[in-house]
Nanobody, 124 residues
Framework: QVQLVESGGGLVQAGDSLRLSCAAS????????MGWFRQAPGKEREFVAS????????YYADAVKGRFTISRDNAKNTVNLQMNSLKPEDTAVYYC?????????????????WGQGTQVTVSS
C-alpha cells in the first residue's frame, strides 16, 4: 500500500522560504506522477505542482510559478516542494498526492493516494 507522509510545514513571515518533503513508500514509483495540492480554510483543494518521477518533468499552477520548485530525491524516495517568496495567500494545508501513471492534470480526483497534510502559515 502506498503511504505518503508530509513534513516541513510551519509558521513563517511573508517573503520567507519553506521546504516541504513527502516521504513515499510501499511501491516503486518509477511510473508515478507525484503532486502537491493545498487547501485554505473555506476553499477547495487546489493544484500546486506535479512531477513525473522518472523524467523529472514538472508542471506548476500559475499562482506559484517562479516561486515554488518541485523535485524528487530517488535515493531517499521523497518529493520536495521548495517554496520561496511566500505570501499570506499561500497559507493552507499542503498535501502530497500520487497516481500510478504519467498524467498532466490539475484535478484532485485524478490522484489516488494522499498524505495527511502539513500546515503552512504565512504571516504578513
Amino acid at each position: 500500500q502506498v503511504q505518503l507522509v508530509e513534513s516541513g510545514g510551519g509558521l513563517v513571515q511573508a517573503g520567507d522560504s519553506l521546504r516541504l518533503s513527502c516521504a513515499a513508500s510501499g511501491r516503486t514509483f518509477t511510473t508515478y506522477t507525484m503532486g502537491w495540492f493545498r487547501q485554505a480554510p473555506g476553499k477547495e483543494r487546489e493544484f500546486v505542482a506535479s512531477i513525473f518521477w522518472t523524467s523529472g518533468i514538472t508542471y506548476y499552477a500559475d499562482a506559484v510559478k517562479g516561486r515554488f520548485t518541485i523535485s524528487r530525491d530517488n535515493a531517499k524516495n521523497t518529493v520536495n516542494l521548495q517554496m520561496n517568496s511566500l505570501k499570506p495567500e499561500d497559507t493552507a494545508v499542503y498535501y502530497c498526492a500520487a497516481v500510478s501513471h504519467l498524467i498532466r492534470t490539475t484535478t484532485r480526483r485524478d490522484y489516488r493516494y494522499w498524505g495527511q497534510g502539513t500546515q503552512v502559515t504565512v504571516s504578513s
